[in-house]
Every structure is written in structure tokens, then in C-alpha cells.
């Protein structure tokens, strides 16, 4: 199986920066998963999608609403994934996922498989 573990998160105001990991281990990681991605969710909302890297790092997307201030990144040596957010604003506020799919690439939470804990971001204004 996979287990994912994300780690960075914390309180920062408003135009600050915060970098998230995740962190991969599991047996069968390396030989099923493709893509991964970065989700965050607002109580009572759903689960929006944030941030997509492929298993080779050659394609990279992103929502209209992070781009040109998030950049994902992952080293598959090491089993882990980065998101570097920069000038943060308090709607960027959230419990952030860190996610692995069998799929070459989605922006659908129902396509990736396996999910980490969540870390919480909030931004103060």
C-alpha cells in the first residue's frame, strides 16, 4: 500500500510564503503511482483541486487561483512532494492534501487513491 505524510503547514499572514511536503513510503509506491497532486478543503466545502505533477515531473497544473504563486514540485528518489506557496491570501486558508493516483494525470479528488492527513494552512489578512 501507500502512505502519504504532509508536514509545513502553519499560520503566516497575508503575502507571506509557507512550503509543504509530502512525504511517501509503501511497498508498491514507486511501481503504481503516477500522479500526484495537491487538494485543500474549507469546512463545509468539497475538496478542490490545487496542484498536479506528473511522475516525471514534464507536466505540471495548476488551479487559476494559485497560478503564478504555487509551484509543485517532486523528487521521486525520495518519495516526496513540495508545494512552495508565495504571496499567500487569507482565501488561500485551508486543511491542505496531499494526494497519489494510479492515473496519469486528473484534477478529480474521485480519481486519486490514496490521501495523507492534511496539514492546516491559515493565512491572516
Known sequence: Q???VESGGGLVQAGG???LSCTAS???FSSIIMAMGWFRQDPGK???FVAFISLGSSS???ADSVKGRFTISRDNAK???YLQMNSLKP???AVYYCAASTYYYSRLPKNYGYWGQGTQVT???
Do not use: A, F
Open 26 to 28: 509503501g511497498r508498491t
Open 79 to 81: 518519495n516526496m512532494m
Open 91 to 93: 482565501e488561500d486558508t
Open 60 to 62: 505540471t497544473d495548476y
Open 2 to 4: 501507500v502512505q502519504l
Open 17 to 19: 510564503s509557507l512550503r
Open 46 to 48: 468539497e475538496r478542490e
Open 123 to 125: 493565512v491572516s489578512s
